[in-house]
């Protein structure tokens, strides 16, 4: 077995856990917000914030195994171009698209292992968009031209990244894991307050799994695997797509596995079209045995035409946003990026005017809560 075939074993595992943890514990960052806010239920966001947590801790661990940063990725969490204007923009549209599409990518191709039509056909637009804004000429045509003025050049002030240790004036790997573990700790200990263990520990072993495949996602892509996966490519007269090293994402994967489809003779599978198929196997394998698969129709001709309009909004914005809720939220934070950190910023930002919007069409207005209630309440 070649060592680029065990990288997409192993990513095609992790994803597999991933997405069947996503399941059980139903993960989902845009539900999670919404109870938060409307209902006054803090576990599931509570949840998000202690798989980020987790994954904080176990990537901060994994770079004091290997004694390297992990860096440069794909995509590039810690370059020293810091897009701000592409991870506003972009982060605002996705937010604005999971709320109307009822889920991001993750949560999308969860519901599709478990039996929903509709879902199967929001992840389908969802890749589409994604695609279109990656393999077209849309993105150059439309949006490069003045984005390309929204971002800051690092170097210029003497950084080579955009690293939080790095902003803050921190140096050396030993920096670096010591303020990642910090605020790893720190998440769990605000997650701990809205998540208590005697009613919640299914979604603490949830948010631990999902945490610890994306520090996972890294090991297999920058350990020994990586490595020589990547000797080996350098040697092929056609080497795969997608090497390097990474973790999960659920933007770019979904417009690799639409090329993919389209065009099967002419790609190689990559990281990111095993993680869509692992995640999306994972949850299915999960669903069944959990019973909890079962066929689900579509909603009214209302309902539908706006989750296809958000559908459309989150795979463009994922793109453009260079990340989603995982991309950003697990893989991008965990390796401490500030471009990441304003990203989901973004991202939650762009969902809480979205569901204000909503409650006012339909004259539901959301509680005015402290940023802090979302974790602290009980």
């Known amino acids: 077995m070649t060592a680029i075939t065990e990288v997409l074993l192993g990513g095609f595992a992790a994803a597999l856990v991933l997405g069947a ?36 801790l176990a990537v901060a661990g994994l770079q004091l195994v290997l004694g390297q940063a992990l860096a440069p990725s794909r995509p590039a969490y810690l370059g020293p171009e810091l897009q701000w204007g592409r991870y506003v923009l972009g982060g605002l549209l996705f937010g604005a698209g999971m709320v109307l599409a009822r889920g991001c990518p993750l949560r999308t ?80 200990a605000l997650a701990w307050r809205g998540l208590p263990w005697r009613q919640t520990r299914l979604l603490w072993l949830g948010a631990a799994l999902i945490g610890l495949m994306v520090a996972a996602g890294y090991a297999i ?21 997608g090497m390097g090293v990474q973790s999960f994402s659920f933007a770019g994967p979904l417009s690799d596995a639409a090329y993919f489809v389209l065009h099967p003779s002419s790609q190689t599978l990559s990281f990111g079209v095993v993680a869509v198929l692992g995640a999306l196997s994972g949850a299915l394998l999960a669903a069944l045995l959990r019973r909890e698969f079962s066929f689900e129709g579509f909603a009214a001709p209302r309902d539908m035409a706006r989750s296809l309009f958000g559908a459309v909004l ?16 697990l893989s991008g934070i965990s390796v401490l990026s500030v471009g990441s950190m304003l990203g989901l910023a973004s991202i939650f930002v762009g969902a809480w005017l979205t569901m204000r919007l909503e409650g006012g069409l339909t004259g539901t207005k959301l509680p005015r809560s402290r940023p802090s209630a979302l974790f602290l309440r009980s």
């Open 21 to 56: 943890s996503a399941q059980a514990t139903r993960f989902c960052p845009q539900g999670g917000l919404r109870e938060s806010l409307q209902e006054g239920k803090p576990a599931r966001m509570a949840a998000y914030a202690a798989a980020i947590g987790v994954a904080m």
């Open 221 to 241: 892509t920058a350990g020994p695997w990586g490595s020589r996966a990547l000797d080996e490519a350098a040697f092929l007269s056609q080497p795969p797509d």
């Open 109 to 188: 191709l969860v519901r599709v292992g478990q039996g929903s039509a509709q879902a199967l056909v929001l992840l389908v637009v969802m890749a589409v968009a994604a695609y279109v804004m990656t393999r077209t000429a849309l993105y150059g045509a439309w949006f490069a031209p003045w984005l390309s003025h929204l971002s800051v050049d690092l170097r210029r002030w003497g950084l080579q990244g955009q690293g939080l240790d790095a902003l803050l004036g921190l140096h050396g790997l030993g920096a670096r894991v010591a303020l990642g573990a910090c605020l790893g700790l720190g998440l769990l």
């Open 314 to 329: 989150t795979g463009a914005g994922a793109v453009l946003g260079l990340g989603c809720t995982v991309g950003h939220g």
